[in-house]
């Protein structure tokens, strides 16, 4: 799994597939105090299974955020 320190994000924009995280299968946002996912964030990530974005600042989503993601539970 990967975990992302505690820092203050606020913000995930791009694609997280060009930071070689494609074979990632579970990702840990928990608790960064994001406020806004830029909507092609997680595309080509395939394999991911879990993703944490729970205790942020998240208000909405974009409806296409989570295209593509079908190895998600």
């Not at 074979?23 to 879990?50: A, E, H, R, V």
């Amino acid at each position: 799994m990967t975990f992302l320190t505690r820092d203050k994000l606020k913000q995930i924009l791009g694609d997280l597939s060009e930071q070689e995280l494609e074979q990632q299968t579970d990702i840990d946002l928990n608790l960064k105090k994001i406020g806004l996912i830029d909507p092609q964030t997680f595309k080509g990530l395939t394999s991911l299974q879990l993703l944490n974005l729970g205790r942020n600042q998240l208000s909405s989503l974009d409806p296409q955020t989570f295209n593509g993601l079908t190895s998600l539970m």
